[in-house]
């Protein structure tokens, strides 16, 4: 909602300062140099991006309208969950969550959770450790290092749609000059015309180079960023399930595993001590 209202903004105080300046808007109105900047800026991205980052952008790009899911709710969740599969490894030691790792869906406890378990990649993140816990031939020095891979690897391929906006928005300034010397030259050839049909002219020119600059700055430039926020707040939920079973593995209890969880994640959706253990109390009781 944020992005449409931003781009509301964006629009009314450009064209409307120029408007309020006694511009024409309909002097800005030039469809050709939009097809010399639209048509090249999108060829360039296909020339510089092979097939999986066209569809890894274009799957990411529906993502910026959407409010964010990372929130106080989903990790209070996320850690309940999380202390209740370390309870019970505490009191019944590791085999006997694993059933609950082989087929989370037809667990009961993930089936508590269900904005947890309906997450695919989550899920797989924590049976995926937790059952190189039970299989108990790794270290805790070296799930680390395979965590630390993983989520490395997860934050390069939610930064292909990131890079790939901000390389579009750097390159839009420059299709912009493009059309405008493209109508400079066509300007030129027709030095003989009147005046006044001549200003018409250079003014078309001069709006590749303003279009060239908004597109980049108030459009492409900002979806870029919003992206990359959007994939830190992805990889939190990672960061946040690692030091928890790495706390775990190093032999500290459950409360205190979830509370080395708890104090990785962002202060805006950080829930208090007092928060967590009244969730985590309220859990046990169903």
Not at 53 to 74: D, E, H, R
Not at 122 to 145: K, S
Not at 170 to 195: Q, R
Not at 225 to 245: A, D, H, P, R
Request: glycine share 10%.
């Amino acid at each position: 909602m944020l992005v449409i209202v931003g781009y509301v903004v964006i629009l009314a105080a450009v064209f409307g300062g120029f408007a309020m300046a006694g511009g024409h808007l309909g002097s800005l109105v030039q469809p050709i140099e939009l097809l010399m900047i639209g048509g090249g800026a999108l060829g360039a991205m296909l020339v510089s991006s092979g097939p999986k980052v066209m569809k890894a952008t274009f799957k990411a790009l529906p993502s910026i309208f959407k409010g964010s899911k990372y929130t106080k709710a989903l990790y209070m969740e996320l850690l309940t969950l999380l202390f209740e599969l370390l309870a019970k490894v505490r009191k019944e030691g590791l085999m006997s969550i694993e059933s609950d790792v082989e087929d989370p869906h037809a667990s009961p406890i993930f089936s508590k959770y269900p904005t947890i378990s309906h997450d695919h990649h989550v899920v797989e993140f924590i049976t995926d450790y937790l059952r190189l816990m039970v299989g108990g031939n790794l270290n805790a020095m070296e799930i680390e290092n395979l965590m630390d891979n993983e989520i490395e690897t997860h934050h390069q391929e939610g930064n292909i749609p990131v890079s790939t906006m901000a390389k579009l928005g750097d390159g839009l300034p420059a299709f912009g000059i493009v059309a405008a010397v493209m109508g400079v030259v066509h300007t030129m050839e027709s030095v003989g015309i009147p005046p006044s049909e001549l200003g018409k002219l250079i003014a078309a020119a001069l709006v590749g180079t303003f279009l060239g600059i908004l597109f980049a700055y108030g459009f492409v430039g900002p979806i870029s960023t919003l992206l990359e926020n959007k994939l830190q707040e992805s990889s939190k939920v990672y960061e946040c399930i690692k030091v928890t079973l790495l706390a775990s593995l190093n032999g500290y209890a459950p409360q205190v595993a979830v509370e080395f969880g708890r104090k990785v994640l962002y202060s805006t959706e950080r829930p208090s001590f007092l928060e967590l253990e009244e969730h985590v109390k309220q859990s046990k009781g169903k």
